[in-house]
């Protein structure tokens, strides 16, 4: 079945220690995307990728960036994790945007949650 | 600034329809309605869309009124696995990728 896996489940790091987070899809699309979703809140989104072309959200701080070294993978790196940070990290895709209201359909994986010490 | 408004929680006996309301008084013409799901400490799960007609797919029927200022999202036979937060999103403005998730409704489908 095509889908968005996202390694690993559950990632425990420590204040200021960078952690990395990865997403794999396997459905070919061009967009992938990066949300965090604190406890009892809606998910928010932090940036993405169309293609190689990378957006960020104007309100997403500096201490989040993102690598997508090709289609199928893409990385959400956390360059010194604060307490704050701690929460689930949502990766999705869409095979287009801007085109209909099909193909710009967002799939989620099963997300990371982060804990920070 | 969610642009969608739905009650914060329903309770629905199992095998009776769940109607989850939304209203989204300022959407525009072009505007899709996306209906998600999420339990707990999953991510979030495509149900349905649409713009101005109804749809219904093997999840879900989406009824949307004709003014398109809300909608209705009903499924037929609820299952206690229906247990979840659903979020009705509008898609800020045609040609965007963003989704602006609003604080859902916690349906708990009771035995």
């Known amino acids: 079945d095509a889908m968005v896996i996202q390694n690993p489940r559950y990632q425990v790091t420590q204040f200021g220690k960078p952690v990395t987070l990865s997403c794999s899809q396997t459905?070919?699309?061009?967009?992938m995307y990066w949300y965090q979703q604190k406890s009892s809140q809606a998910p928010k989104l932090l940036f993405h990728?169309?293609?190689?072309?990378?957006?960020n959200e104007a309100d997403t701080p500096d201490n989040f960036q993102s690598r997508r070294p090709n289609t199928s993978f893409c990385f959400l790196d956390i360059r010194s994790p604060g307490l704050g940070d701690a929460a689930m990290y949502l990766c999705a895709t869409s095979k287009e945007i801007g085109a209909s209201g099909a193909t710009d359909t967002q799939y989620f994986g099963p997300g990371t949650r982060l804990t920070v010490l | 600034d969610a642009k969608t408004t739905q009650p914060p929680s329903m309770d629905c006996a199992e095998g009776r329809a769940a109607n989850l309301p939304c209203n989204h008084s300022?959407?525009?013409?072009?505007?899709?309605v996306y209906w998600y799901r999420q339990i707990h400490s999953q991510g979030p799960q495509y149900i349905i869309h649409?713009?101005?007609n109804n749809e219904t797919n093997e999840m879900a029927s989406l009824i949307i009124t004709e003014d398109r200022k809300s909608s209705t999202l009903i499924l037929p036979h609820a299952t206690l696995r229906d247990t979840a937060v659903y979020y009705c999103?509008?898609?800020?403005?045609?040609?965007?990728?963003?989704?602006?998730f609003g604080t859902g409704t916690r349906l708990k489908v009771l035995a």
């Open positions: 649409g713009l101005k």
């Open positions: 300022t959407i525009s013409g072009n505007e899709y």
């Open positions: 999103i509008v898609r800020v403005e045609a040609g965007t990728y963003k989704y602006i």
């Open positions: 990728y169309y293609d190689k072309d990378f957006n």
């Open positions: 459905l070919n699309h061009n967009v």
